[in-house]
């Protein structure tokens, strides 16, 4: 009698391993692009005004978050026919509108890189200017962390502030 090998085998199939891999992929890049993608600041697209005199300081409210944030950065494009200054600040326990005297509003001013933006919080823009013109503040992009989340995002309103001849 003979006998004729059939080819059928019993083994192994690397299936399983390679579903589990790849189900490992797959959330490790989800887990990444949540990490990277936090939700947006509010933002407002209304533009808030302003004028003062030539030489004078004057400070313009352009952010509240809806949330408590840890800012690592904050960038501001400003478009100008005139020579000015302008810092972003934080207005601690308080929030501007307009005014030459934030004190009233504020707890203190200060940087807002490395510190916490809180609901109770605003950005400000201090502008001075030595020439009567005016000033076009794009809405401030916010660099941050939310939890373990962090990314970007524009935070506010943009301002036009004009410096008036004395």
């Known amino acids: 009698m003979t006998t004729t090998d059939t080819g059928l085998r019993v ?33 407002d697209p209304r533009e808030r005004t302003a004028q003062t005199p030539v030489g004078s300081t004057i400070y313009v409210g352009l952010a509240r978050t809806d949330r408590t944030i840890a800012v690592t950065g904050v960038r501001m494009a400003v478009e100008a026919n005139v020579a000015v200054q302008v810092r972003l ?63 970007s995002s524009r935070l506010g309103s943009p301002a036009v502030v004009t410096l008036l001849e004395r």
């Not at 299936?15 to 992929?25: C, Q």
């Not at 797959?26 to 939700?39: E, N, S």
Request: a negative charge; glycine letters at 10%.
């Open 89 to 151: 600040l934080r207005c601690v326990g308080g929030e501007v509108a307009v005014t030459t005297d934030p004190s009233v509003f504020c707890t203190r001013l200060e940087d807002p890189s490395g510190h916490d933006l809180s609901p109770d919080d605003s950005l400000v823009a201090e502008v001075t200017g030595d020439s009567p013109g005016a000033a076009y503040l794009r809405t401030p992009v916010v660099s941050f962390t939310d939890g373990l989340q962090r990314g």
């Open 11 to 43: 083994g192994r199939t690397r299936m399983p391993w390679v579903i589990a891999a790849a189900t490992l992929l797959g959330l490790a890049a989800a887990g990444w692009y949540w990490v990277v993608h936090p939700a947006d600041l509010p933002t």
